[in-house]
């Protein structure tokens, strides 16, 4: 199976090659190569390299910035993810669309510009490619970190304690931590076993607000820090409260349970020591 992944060199398309082995091929070009909103970019790179699979991991998730610059918001995670899955759809291959936390059978209700791109850009695909699949993850975590984000939490929290900052995380919205390698490996169990098409959750088992998150980051690294919650300030961008998801969706195929994210958070701290990060070639 050879995949293209645009968006490649971030958190979840780093891990991809990994969990695919040599079992599958894994083609990522960089985005100074091919830029999702350039729909004549996007249609020569899928009919160049001929994949069965193309996945849309690219996306503009500052969500600060997408509330002052909504319109490139929507032109990366709608417009580009259209861009994709029509051009997997002409070269008769799958499309996997990369989006954001809401649960697989509630009705999306984004509080924010950044959800309401993804929203945009899950429906843009399910109309665009009839084979499709849409994955959702929650507060990943991966040793590639985030190139829109400058960094994951986790890496946030270390690198404020080593500088000797004080802690203030917010404690009135829960997510479920999930690690990018156990995201990646369970996609790419999806794609090889052809899953039917729909929204699949690719998420660690349980939940937490990000202070107890934070709070065992430190714990598992085994740092000592001035830690205190908070709750969401009035003047800052909404974020939904609870944005835990749920995989009910998996398991009926066959796939195992995904481990708790205090292990995948055990397992990531200790291989990050060692981790050389697998940047996106400028």
Same mark, same amino acid.
């Given at each position: ?26 083609? *990522? ?13 996007? *249609? ?134 999930? $690690? ?13 076993? *052809? ?62 349970? $995904? ?16 981790? *050389? ?6």
């Amino acid at each position: 199976m050879r995949v293209l992944v645009f968006g490649g060199w971030g958190q979840l398309g780093s891990e991809l090659p990994a969990a695919a082995g040599d079992r599958h091929e894994i083609v *990522r070009p960089s985005h100074q190569d091919v830029d999702v909103t350039d729909d004549a970019a996007v *249609r020569a790179a899928v009919a160049a390299h001929e994949p069965d699979v193309v996945i849309d991991a690219a996306a503009f998730h500052q969500v600060d910035r997408c509330e002052s610059e909504p319109r490139l918001a929507l032109e990366v995670n709608a417009l580009g993810a259209i861009n994709v899955a029509r051009a997997a759809r002409e070269a008769g291959a799958r499309a996997v669309y990369v989006s954001t936390d809401y649960a697989e059978d509630d009705r999306p209700d984004p509080v924010n510009v950044y959800g309401l791109s993804k929203m945009a850009g899950e429906r843009g695909v399910r109309v665009s490619c009839p084979d499709h699949l849409v994955v959702r993850l929650s507060g990943l975590f991966g040793h590639a970190g985030s190139s829109g984000k400058g960094g994951n939490f986790v890496e946030t929290i270390l690198s404020k304690v080593e500088a000797g900052e004080p802690l203030s995380v917010v404690s009135d919205q829960r997510l479920a931590p999930t $690690a990018a390698a156990d995201a990646a490996a369970r996609l790419v169990w999806l794609l090889q076993n *052809r899953a039917p098409v729909g929204t699949y959750h690719l998420v660690n088992r349980g939940s937490c607000s990000w202070f107890e998150f934070a709070r065992a980051i430190l714990h598992g690294a085994g740092l000592r820090a001035d830690l205190s919650p908070k709750g969401t300030g009035e003047h800052e961008v909404r974020r939904p409260a609870f944005s835990v998801l749920a995989d009910t969706r998996t398991g009926p195929l066959g796939l195992a349970p $995904a481990r708790p994210w205090r292990d995948a958070l055990d397992w990531y701290l200790s291989q990050r020591g060692g981790a *050389r990060l697998r940047r996106s070639p400028r």
